[in-house]
């Protein structure tokens, strides 16, 4: 990924932070004297990540004012190499990174006329200035030098006025302003351009001093452009559909030879060993694998007799394993970081289901994008999760260039917060054992909830998650360590970019945790009293799907809150009638806007999926999708089919919209939201959203009718 592209956060940013002494503080005539820059990789201070350099300058004398701020004085820089000889090696130590000083309008003009006056090729950086955004971040500071924001931030300084000491100064402000920005909604490098190019006052009267603008008057979407082409088939089929079944067991004593006879028989490459004790079910964490590898490196230390030892002495354990519901690149990603050939490929209760090996995925190549899962399953810190997580954006924008629907795009989305959720999981776990807490005290299951459970997710989503835990009572023991995981986590995903649920639907608070025993009392619970406050909460529960842990705990609440609805007619008509959807048409086909754009979600996109739920529930619909479930209704009440048609339409409508607005926000540096700008769609695309519109607008009419079926 460019680590310079738009979308990158600032928390995991790769940049030099760069700072120039010289003979003067007019840019138009004085020379530099000294270059310092700091590196930082992935939002941190690389410890020998420095360069610093005197420069003589060119036929003339430091003038004595300055050497008192600086203390450079001519006898210093008197054996040093010149501007152009510095040039090359100062300006391989930036590369493309993005390029961060205090007030760098200034030292971007100097640069510049260095190369100029040597006949050297300069190129204006990607650049970040500290002083807009302190006042971003503080806008009634009574000042913004680094002293000042130093005292303001509790920041030491480091050799003031000297080029290397102001750059470490300023980068130790950039990483104290990071936390600062985020609290205003700026995460993203193009967020943050877009926030200082509303400083006009102060940009106008730094080029007014000949200064360099501090950031691009004009978007940049450079690296974003650059598209690489690649299958897309990953991206669109999952690992399901691929994979071999049944998966091929023999047990722990059988012997090599007969697992080599069986593999012959079979025509496979790789046989699962069943763990103890023995059962029609195996779960991956229980099973073992061996492969022809294991057989000839076994027969080349053992000879002929490996053929009648036992397959447990050489199979591998635990199975590594991949959910039978993932997209194939994430299968393709996980064997790129195992280094393995085979996977077993699990249900959603952990039991292995089936086999997939490169021979299977052989034909399939997803390119750079593939990283993304790597990233994500690698990150041990919340900065390498958002350097990770970052891709996301730019992936995105490379299937829609690719052409897949907004639907077949959200399902890689959510799957990625799947991961990204199961991986802070695994952080705060770590960060429980060392702080003392221990590991867990029982089994449990890190949900995902609402989109991200549907596998409808979008760019613009927050966090929507719960934890079901083996056993323990409310405010229990085993409830205050989950509590405390599940602020960890919360805390992790906020930093790295999903911002905490707005509704509190986050598994630190204590609605949202809880034993197999507490989940089942509290949905029956909300199932029979139905208060609006129960109908919110247990709406977005239905949609629930593990991320980390026994995945078995969710598939047993789940369906124990299916078979407590079921029949509830009462319970189904209340969330039915919950379901309201804003008239967004006008008499004559317009469309009601604010500020040019309307908001999908609120005008239609929300309601229809609840709608969607509601039926779903009513006819005991499994499924999580919107599409999944619209399918099952279908099959089950043999009526309204083209208006269940048209809804299925509707919701692919709106994502495709939504998505597109927000890839291309992000692009600019606007945060994403759920609001199209009506003026940008095609006359399809206008036309495409009107019918979406008068389909949800049937929603009240089509409950009616649909609700009492038998």
């Known amino acids: 990924m460019d680590r310079a592209a738009g979308s990158v956060p600032l928390l995991s940013l790769d940049a030099v932070v760069i700072d120039v002494e010289t003979t003067g503080l007019d840019p ?8 310092a820059g700091v590196r930082l990789t992935a939002g941190k201070l690389v410890a020998d990540g420095s360069f610093r350099q005197l420069v003589r300058p060119a036929g003339e004398t430091i003038p004595a004012e300055t050497t008192c701020i600086h203390g450079i004085d001519d006898a210093m820089v008197a054996g040093s190499p010149r501007f152009s000889e510095v040039w090359p090696r100062f300006d391989a130590f930036v590369g493309r990174a993005v390029v961060v000083g205090h007030m760098i309008g200034f030292d971007l003009a100097m640069l510049k006329r260095e190369c100029e006056l040597a006949g050297l090729p300069w190129s204006r950086p990607r650049t970040l200035d500290t002083r807009l955004l302190a006042e971003i971040a503080a806008p009634d500071l009574a000042g913004y030098e680094l002293e000042k924001l130093s005292a303001w931030l509790g920041i030491d300084m480091v050799d003031r006025h000297s080029a290397l000491g102001d750059a470490i100064t300023t980068v130790r402000i950039f990483l104290a302003l990071v936390p600062k920005l985020r609290e205003h909604g700026i995460r993203t490098v193009a967020e943050a351009e877009r926030a200082c190019r509303a400083l006009t006052a102060v940009l106008d009267d730094q080029v007014r001093s000949g200064w360099i603008e501090a950031v691009d008057a004009a978007a940049r979407l450079d690296s974003e452009q650059t598209l690489k082409r690649f299958d897309s088939y990953a991206f669109r089929h999952r690992v399901g559909g691929i994979m071999r079944t049944p998966a091929i067991f023999v047990p722990p004593d059988a012997t ?16 699962y060993v069943r763990g103890l004790p023995p059962g029609p079910e195996v779960r991956a964490a229980e099973a073992g694998i061996v492969t022809e590898r294991d057989v000839l490196r076994a027969v080349s230390r053992l ?13 591998s354990t635990p ?3 991949v959910p039978a519901d993932a997209l194939v690149y994430r299968a393709i990603a996980r064997m790129n970081r195992l280094k393995t050939r085979h996977l077993g490929v699990v249900d959603d209760a952990g039991h292995v289901a089936g086999a997939l090996s490169t021979r299977d995925l052989l034909r399939l190549r997803a390119g750079d994008a593939i990283s993304l899962g790597e990233e994500i399953d690698d990150a041990g810190d919340a900065h390498a999760l958002s350097a990770a997580w970052a891709q996301l954006p730019r992936i995105a924008r490379m299937l829609l260039a690719e052409g897949l629907s907004g639907r077949d795009i959200a399902e890689v989305i959510s799957l990625e917060l ?3 959720s199961r991986q802070a999981a695994v952080i705060a776990e770590r960060m429980m054992r060392e702080s003392g807490r221990g590991g867990p005290p029982c089994e449990y299951a890190l949900l995902v909830l609402g989109s991200a459970g549907r596998g409808e997710s979008l760019l613009a989503m927050d966090q929507d998650n719960a934890v079901i835990f083996a056993h323990g009572d ?8 989950f509590a405390e995981l599940g602020t960890h986590v919360a805390d992790i995903l906020h930093e790295v970019g999903v911002p905490y649920c707005k509704g509190g639907v986050m598994a630190k608070n204590a609605l949202w945790r809880g034993s197999v025993a507490t989940w089942q009392d509290r949905v029956d619970k909300w199932i029979t009293r139905s208060s609006p406050a129960d109908l919110l909460s247990v709406d977005i ?15 047993s609440v789940r369906q124990a809150a299916f078979a407590a609805a079921e029949g509830q007619v009462a319970f189904i008509k209340l969330l039915v009638e919950n379901v309201s959807v804003p008239a967004s048409l006008k008499f004559f086909g317009g469309i009601r806007t604010v500020a040019g754009r309307i908001d999908l979600k609120a005008a239609g996109l929300f309601g229809l999926v609840a709608w969607v739920r509601a039926m779903a529930i009513r006819y ?8 999944a479930r619209l399918g099952g209704v279908k099959a089950r009440v043999r009526a309204s089919e083209s208006d269940l048609d048209a809804l299925g339409e509707a919701q692919g409508t709106f994502l495709d919209l939504i998505l597109s607005q927000q890839v291309e926000d992000i692009a600019h540096g606007i945060p994403p939201s759920n609001a199209v700008a009506v003026k940008r769609l095609s006359s399809r695309d206008l036309d495409r959203l009107r019918t979406a519109l008068a389909a949800v607008s049937n929603i009240d009419e089509l409950g009616r009718d649909l609700l009492f079926k038998d």
């Not at 090599?256 to 490459?269: C, F, P, R, T």
């Not at 005991?620 to 599409?627: D, G, L, N, Q």
């Open 28 to 35: 138009r005539k004085a020379r530099v004297i000294e270059l």
């Open 256 to 271: 090599v030879g007969e697992a080599l006879a069986q593999m012959a028989d079979e025509k496979i490459s790789a046989i």
């Open 303 to 315: 000879g002929a007799q490996a053929l009648q030892r036992p397959v447990a002495e050489i199979m």
């Open 319 to 321: 199975l590594a394993a």
């Open 418 to 420: 799947g991961a990204l």
């Open 474 to 481: 409310p405010d229990g023991e085993e409830d205050r360590w």
């Open 541 to 555: 529960f239905f949609d629930l799907r593990a991320v980390n842990g026994d995945g078995g705990f969710a598939v």
């Open 620 to 627: 005991h619909v499994m499924e999580r999708s919107t599409s």
